[in-house]
């Protein structure tokens, strides 16, 4: 054989660094966030000599995290971090942990310190597997160049399939360095990690008989239907059965919210519909739910006449906080195509008669409408902008949110339309995941108009991250919803801690001094920056910011420090005691 056609044959030789990026090209992977550092050096040596891939340098490791988690849950794609050992790696935790709350698939990768360092208390050395462990799907320690292409592949597989989640990989620096033969495709063997995709022809039928002979059955549906791509199916299913559906948090944007079947979202500030359907229902149809404490409110007394249908890709839900009358593990959306066909076959086409059903949900829809008051202050209402930010932006716009009372109005007064529109941090509750998360959508979808609607406590956790927008010209919108204060944690202290409002104002907006000036911030960092306090000012700044798209824009809305969120079920009591507001008695349910 000729020398040359052997040499053909060969495996390419690379360095452990030129094998991350090999494989994270092979993956498809087109956009990462990260920061250097000393222990992932090698890795951007390599980078900025050879690589297609788009790298965007962050300004802290968490918006990082936080940006690949927006890039993921926009797209439905892998987002990836990168940071180097020690404080670099532990400060991608806080979006680890809230990746493996939201089920977003996320591979951080990070430098590990000198394999022969290791154990040593070395410089900047962190045993970050072992502190990502309770965190993630799956950590990987690499120690050699040979590994890389197989633990990486593995660790995408792992994030991207069954319950989507985290996956680490840390990788020293001496295997980022020596060379090896870069094989591909690698061999992917991972023991145990066979998730179940297609259900049990039995428990679907089950479900389909339960169904069928419901009077007030309710679809709660939750954030796995968007994981799974399943809103088309989930749309169908609903049509044919006639049941009501509420989206938790993290579903909205699942089903429409045009659509007459739909009752908004359920728990603790819920509207009160979807609570009180819940509550008062003899079927729950659970599909991609876990029974988050912020939806069932006091667990023993949640739905207590209802059967339950569990459908989820994780057994590990299944029954962990309210028995499954009928367990279903699988993707939801393979479940949802099978059970409309077993429904149809079992009805024989003609849905059951919901009517007494429906009339007492429409009745609670007439009764108790979302809405607000006016501020008594003369300050600006925070549900007004919000609401008008949806109007004005339309439903083909990216909406993400922080963590607080703007979440919350958020979720309530804009209307959802597709999924993937609308991303926040539902399980963690993360506080500063707004702006880096809208960064790394705006990535994922560079054609969708992009809205970081924050608060001002958030904003001043992660705004940094607007000098990464300003420099990589991604022009996101962000309305900081500006009461001055951390508007949740004033709340409960307003409600239940006879006003002792502990450390909770922050001075942002309100008075003489506003400690940051945030128009001058944005600025500062190349935004336009934008300051409304009038209600005859808010449409034109939403307009201004539509039209501006050569630079992020930042619209600093001052707000009544007042306003609340209503509906509201306060924590550890049943769903029945929903109070619809303040001065008014609890929509009490009739059973």
């Not at 590994?147 to 990989?169: D, F, K, M, N, Q």
């Not at 912020?294 to 906080?321: C, L, M, W, Y």
């Not at 919108?477 to 006879?498: E, H, P, R």
Request: aromatic residues 6%; glycine residues 10%; hydrophobic residues 45%.
């Amino acid at each position: 054989m000729p020398a040359s056609a052997a040499s053909a044959d060969a495996p390419e030789i690379l360095t452990g660094s030129g094998a991350i990026l090999r494989t994270l090209e092979k993956l498809g992977v087109t956009d990462i966030f990260g920061i250097p550092g000393g222990s992932i050096i090698p890795f951007y040596d390599e980078l900025m000599q050879q690589s297609a891939i788009r790298h965007i340098l962050v300004r802290h490791e968490q918006g990082a995290g936080h940006a690949a988690e927006g890039y993921a849950a926009a797209s439905g794609r892998v987002g990836v971090a990168i940071a180097t050992s020690g404080p670099g790696a532990t400060n991608l935790v806080t979006a680890i942990a809230d990746a493996y709350m939201d089920s977003v698939p996320l591979l951080a990768i990070t430098g590990q310190v000198f394999s022969t360092l290791m154990g040593t208390d070395a410089f900047q050395e962190a045993d970050i597997v072992g502190i990502t462990m309770p965190i993630t799907k799956h950590s990987f320690l690499v120690k050699t160049p040979e590994e890389i292409p197989a633990a990486i592949a593995s660790a995408y597989h792992i994030a991207s399939t069954g319950r989507p989640g985290p996956v680490l990989v840390d990788i020293t620096k001496d295997a980022q360095q020596n060379t090896a033969p870069f094989l591909w495709p690698p061999k992917i063997d991972l023991p145990g990690y066979r998730p179940v995709t297609k259900a049990h022809g039995k428990q679907i039928q089950a479900a389909a008989q339960l169904l069928a002979e419901s009077k007030r059955p309710v679809l709660y549906v939750g954030g796995g239907v968007i994981r799974a791509g399943a809103s088309a199916e989930l749309a169908k299913f609903a049509a044919d059965t006639g049941a009501p559906v509420v989206t938790t948090l993290m579903a909205r944007g699942a089903f429409p919210d045009s659509d007459p079947q739909h009752l908004g979202m359920p728990g603790m500030h819920g509207t009160v519909p979807a609570a009180l359907a819940l509550q008062e229902s003899d079927l729950i149809v659970a599909l991609g739910a876990r029974f988050d404490d912020r939806v069932t409110g006091k667990a023993s007394q949640f739905a207590p006449n209802a059967k339950v249908v569990h459908v989820d890709i994780d057994p590990a839900e299944i029954s962990k906080i309210r028995l499954a009358d009928v367990p279903i593990v699988g993707d939801v959306r393979e479940v949802l195509i099978d059970l409309d066909d077993v429904f149809a076959a079992v009805t024989g086409g003609a849905a059951p008669d919901l009517s007494d059903w429906w009339k007492r949900l429409n009745g609670l829809r007439a009764e108790f409408p979302l809405g607000f008051t006016e501020p008594s202050d003369g300050l600006l209402a925070p549900q007004q902008i919000i609401q008008r930010i949806g109007e004005l932006t339309g439903p083909e716009a990216v909406y993400v949110a922080g963590v607080g009372q703007h979440q919350m109005w958020a979720a309530q007064f804009i209307d959802y339309e597709r999924p993937n529109a609308w991303l926040n941090s539902g399980g963690a509750g993360t506080m500063g995941y707004s702006i880096p998360a809208a960064m790394g959508a705006k990535v994922a979808q560079p054609d969708r108009i992009v809205w970081s609607i924050d608060g001002d406590g958030c904003f001043q956790m992660t705004n940094q991250e607007l000098a990464t927008c300003t420099i990589n010209d991604i022009p996101i919108k962000v309305a900081i919803i500006n009461n001055s204060s951390l508007g949740m944690v004033k709340q409960w202290q307003t409600l239940f801690y006879d006003g002792r409002h502990s450390h909770t104002e922050l001075h942002t907006g309100h008075g003489s001094q506003r400690v940051p000036d945030f128009v001058k911030l944005a600025e500062a960092y190349g935004a336009l920056g934008i300051r409304v306090t009038k209600p005859e000012e808010i449409d034109p700044a939403i307009e201004l910011a539509l039209m501006t798209n050569d630079r992020p824009v930042v619209i600093d809305f001052v707000v009544s420090a007042d306003a609340m969120v209503w509906p509201m079920v306060p924590q550890g009591v049943s769903n029945s005691y929903i109070q619809y507001a303040k001065d008014h008695s609890p929509a009490w349910s009739e059973e």
